[in-house]
Structures are given as C-alpha cells and as structure tokens.
C-alpha cells in the first residue's frame, strides 16, 4: 500500500508521558524513524512541538485516550494538523503492544491515510460545551439533593410527597423550613399552602404530623442549603452560557422550534455538534456519532441485536429528554410518531426513535438556516388514508353494522 503523507507522527499517550513517533521520506521510500519520549508536563510538550516543527512534521495522530490527549492537543493545534483516532479503530495486532510499538503503529497507519478522525469542535463550541455539561452535572446533583430531603421527610413519617407534586415549590419549602424550626403545628403549617394546593388542606395536615428528630432536622437544613448554593452557581453559568452563546443566538432559536427544544437543550445541542454540518458527511454520521441511530449486526443473512450503538452521551441524554417533552405535545408529527413506535416497540425504545429523529430535524435546520416544519399530530393517518379507512371499517363490521362511506368534499 502507498504512503501519502511524507511527514508524519504518531504519538502513544498515557497520564505522565508520551511518546512520539516520527517517520520522514517519500511515499516510493522507506521513511526514517525517529522515536522520542516526553513528559506530558507543558515545558516538555512545548519541546516536542519544536522537535516536530523543525523536522516539518504536518500530520500528528494520536489516541483519544481519557483526559490525557487534550494537552498534547491544546499544544500542537495551532502548529500542524491533528488527527484524534478512537483507540478501538486502530487497536495493533495482538503480540505487538508496549508504547514504541503502539506510536510506530499509529504512525504508520497514520503514513497510509488508514486513520479516520473523530470530530473535534473549534475552541469556542469545545468552552461552550464544558460549560454546559458542568451545568447538566450540577441540575443533576441538585435533584439528588431534593430526592435526599424527600427520603428524609419519609423516613421521619412527613408524608409530604404524597399530597404535594412538587417538593420544590414554594408552598412545600416554607412547610419545609417551619418543620425544621418546629414553630408551628401541622395546621398551621398546612394554611401555608398557595393556589391550588389549598383545596387539600385537611390532607396537609395529617401529611404534616410525623416524628422529626435531631438528626432530620440537620440533614434537611444542610440539604436546602446545598440546594440553594447549586442554584447560586447554575443562575452563574447560565449567564456566562448566554454571552458565549451570543454568536450562535440564531441557531438556538432556530432550534427551539423543534417541539421539546427549549433554550438549555438547544445550547446542548450547539454545544455538542457545533454549527457547522460540514464535519458531518450525512444526517446518518452525526446519528451514528451520537450514538442515536440502530445498531447494525447481521451475519448469514440474519439480522441479530440492533442494539444503539455506544456514542456521545452527553448529546444522547438531552435529545432523549426533549424526546420525552415532545411526546407530550398535542397535535405534532413527534407525538404521533411516538404514539405509534411505542404501541409495537415500547416507550423507551419508541423516545430513542424520535431523539433519532430530533437530531435530524437538528442537523438540516442548522445546515439549511430553516425553521421547523409541523407536519400535524395526523400526518400518518393522511399518508396511508387507505389502510385506515380499510382497519377502521374491518373493526365496525366485525361490530356487526353495515359501513357505507361516503368522502365529504372539502369546505371551499
């Protein structure tokens, strides 16, 4: 097989060293090997860039190893260009693994134009997705301390969430905040109630009569203080997510037409695949690349598992929420898509499906700068009108009347 790049490195990765493998010649010859080892401390990366450089290195591959390719990355991105290869793409031949070899492997790979690289967003979009995704484990870590308080008003005989919807409203935090102090008797505490949730007084009050000890009572102070310094610091990174969001502000509204898209899981969604649908040949790799689309395993002309395939969890995990939201929108083409998967397949397979089918949407709106397109919650129905009509009027005589149908004409 012919060599297509003359200068090129391969790199091994690992926590605290790397090492680097160059190889330099013609493609009709065989090439020089020179291999080093370096610290994965900056000084040290800055010297395996000039050593790079002044050999006129243009192509670096290296894996995609945890963490730890992201520094060598950040050094070498402005000076040549960066292959980032999934590790099980390029896996060497058993018998042959200690870290010269696995460099000399990559490089040479990487020498044949046998390396496919993963998808690395420009510098701004990778900031904008390391803060939303520090803002997702947050939201995340903020449920669990409201689960936490809910465990501990069970645990103390508060059946609170069995009357209350939300233990986070206003109404159940004052509740809350009285039982910790223990001013107040269950009937007062019930007259706290706001709006609605005071047609159900007489259930508060007897929600309200428990056994809350010491212990209880510091767990849930400590717990609402928590939650109260997550708010602090969510409230912060959404400011800071809307200036950087500036600059892709027509996207994400264009986005939010999407039945289910509301502003954060659009600012995910920019955050993961960026704006610019070029790195993506098709609609189908950025599916696969997420890790939305079926599995595909066939053998003999059997089809096995279809199982989704292992992708972006950040991205899977926001467009399978908004897929949820969507699923109960009246009147829309993803409800009634959901509706429909979900009665031969299940719910949880029927939301994967129309993720699927939200990233599409996602890709052509931000490819083709276009709004959403609402095809209506009977859009199946219109496109096989026949086979309707044909099972509905099965049913009906199967019901023993007689059907004669008859087409309307529609209203001038």
Not at 83 to 93: D, G, P, T
Not at 150 to 178: C, P, R, W, Y
Not at 274 to 284: K, L, N, T, W, Y
Not at 297 to 321: F, H, M, P, V
Request: net charge positive; glycine share 6%; aromatic share 6%.
């Amino acid at each position: 097989m012919e060599a297509i790049i003359e200068r090129c490195c391969g790199i091994d990765v690992h926590k605290k060293t790397i090492t680097a493998c160059l190889m330099v010649g013609k493609p009709n010859e065989k090439p020089t090997v020179t291999i080093k080892t370096f610290s994965t401390m900056t000084r040290d990366l800055l010297a395996c860039k000039d050593w790079l450089e002044s050999e006129g290195c243009t192509h670096v591959a290296l894996e995609s190893t945890g963490v730890y390719w992201k520094p060598v990355f950040n050094i070498l991105e402005d000076s040549m260009e960066i292959i980032l290869a999934n590790a099980r793409h390029i896996k060497n031949v058993p018998g042959r693994k200690t870290d010269v070899k696995d460099c000399a492997w990559i490089a040479e790979l990487l020498r044949h134009g046998l390396i496919k690289g993963s998808f690395i967003p420009p510098r701004p979009i990778r900031e904008l997705r390391d803060l939303t995704r520090y803002r997702k484990k947050l939201i995340q870590q903020r449920s669990s301390e409201l689960n936490r308080i809910q465990k501990f008003l069970e645990d103390a005989n508060i059946k609170l969430s069995s009357v209350v919807t939300d233990i986070n409203g206003v109404s159940a935090q004052d509740m809350i905040h009285h039982l910790i102090k223990q001013d107040m008797t269950p009937q007062e505490m019930a007259e706290l109630a706001r709006g609605r949730l005071r047609n159900k007084i007489t259930e508060l009050e007897k929600a309200l009569e428990g056994a809350m000890r010491k212990h209880h009572r510091l767990i849930l102070t400590i717990s609402i203080q928590m939650i109260a310094s997550y708010d602090q610091v969510i409230d912060e990174l959404d400011r800071e997510i809307d200036e950087r969001m500036k600059p892709y502000r027509e996207n994400s509204e264009l986005l939010q037409t999407i039945p289910g898209i509301k502003k954060r899981a659009a600012e995910s969604i920019v955050a993961e695949i960026g704006v610019d649908m070029s790195r993506f040949p098709s609609d189908r790799h950025l599916s696969s690349w997420a890790g939305v689309s079926p599995g595909n395993n066939e053998s003999a002309g059997k089809r096995k598992s279809s199982k989704s395939i292992k992708g972006n969890k950040w991205l899977k995990a926001t467009l399978t929420e908004s897929a949820w939201s969507a699923s109960r929108n009246k009147g829309t083409y993803l409800k009634a898509r959901f509706q429909r998967l979900a009665a031969r397949r299940g719910k949880k397979r029927a939301a994967l499906a129309v993720a699927h089918t939200i990233l599409i949407m996602a890709y052509h709106i931000i490819k083709e700068q276009c709004t959403y397109k609402e095809l209506g919650g009977d859009y199946f129905d219109r496109l096989n009108e026949e086979h309707l009509i044909k099972r509905l009027t099965t049913k009906i005589q199967a019901l023993g009347y007689k059907v004669d149908l008859k087409k309307v004409p529609a209203a001038a």
